[in-house]
């Protein structure tokens, strides 16, 4: 019960604030609390973080309606309760925010943050953050069904692997956002830095005390889940997810707003800051 919600706390905890990409290294005076609210105002954060919160009560709620065993049920209203509780309790803006001010401080100067500010207003930012950011947060539940689905090859010992959920065909300008999803600065090396690993972690528990046979099977498992994990096939999803949300011109746009230096520089560095909140996040949970 614990690995799920926490699985779910964290997800919401990264993805609701998928609008700070945009800051630069703190150079000179500290942004204050002042000018990070205005920035966050601009971005839409809050905005986000509940759209994240909610996509993820209506998806456990879904999966508990639509479950028959009565074991596997109460489970899931027991991590569907706890989780329901976190939102109200602990991932609300009033006591994030707080710890995103002083987290984000640590890497962004007062004129950084004014640039934030800029581009948040800017075309290119307003399409990212009323448009993109939002569609995406609404559809964390299927991602996190995709990415069960393909982890229960590997952690389902006594049945066949979960089916994939239905995934929305791909609309007229697939082809476009694979490629702007791809070309994100640093979003390859982030995901495989993350997924890889944690797969090795599973198979390494999962081959303790195991025999050679099972340890050949797990083996094989890990190799057809990090291929089905692939940057690639993850990124495909989520250009599917983002059918006909965004114009040709729309996403033309962000393309060309991630090829200016400054833009990349930008998105590249807020990974720190981003690390440094969602360990005190985690801290008060």
């Known amino acids: 019960m ?6 779910a706390v964290r997800f919401v905890t990264q993805l609701a604030l998928a609008s700070l990409v945009l800051c630069q290294a ?18 839409g954060t809050e905005r986000h973080l509940r759209i994240s919160s909610e996509a993820f009560k209506k998806g456990y709620e879904e999966d508990w309606s639509k479950e ?17 509780e976190m939102v109200s309790t602990k991932l609300v803006w009033d006591k994030l925010e707080p710890l995103a001010i002083e987290s984000y401080q640590q890497e962004l100067s007062d004129s950084d943050v004014q640039e ?25 539940p299927m991602i996190q069904q995709y990415l069960m689905a393909v982890l229960s090859e590997l952690t389902n010992r006594k049945g066949p692997p ?37 797969v090795d972690m599973m198979a390494s528990a999962l081959t303790r005390n195991e025999n050679a046979k099972s340890r050949a099977r797990i083996a094989r498992a890990v190799a057809s889940v990090k291929k089905r994990l692939s940057f690639d ?13 965004l114009s040709t011109d729309e996403i033309n746009m962000l393309i ?30």
Do not use: W
Request: net charge positive; no cysteine.
């Open 162 to 198: 979960k089916p994939l959920p239905a995934m929305p065909p791909p609309g007229p300008d697939d082809a476009l956002l694979q490629s702007f999803l791809r070309d994100i600065p640093g979003e390859r090396e982030a995901f495989e830095g993350r997924i890889a690993p944690t």
């Open 26 to 43: 703190a150079q000179a005076a500290p942004a204050t609390d002042a000018r990070m609210r205005e920035y966050f105002q601009a971005a």
């Open 256 to 285: 060309e707003d991630n090829r200016r230096p400054e833009r990349q520089a930008q998105i590249r560095k807020v990974r720190k800051a981003e690390q440094e909140f969602q360990g005190r996040m985690m801290g008060i949970m």
């Open 116 to 140: 934030m500010i800029a581009h948040a207003n800017s075309p290119a930012g307003k399409v990212g953050n009323q448009k993109l950011i939002p569609a995406l947060l609404g559809q964390l």
């Open 2 to 7: 614990h690995t799920p919600l926490s699985s």
């Open 233 to 245: 096939n993850v990124t495909a999803l989520k250009a599917r997810m983002l059918a006909n949300v």
């Open 68 to 84: 028959r065993d009565p074991v596997q049920k109460a489970n899931k209203k027991i991590v569907m309760d706890h989780f329901n």
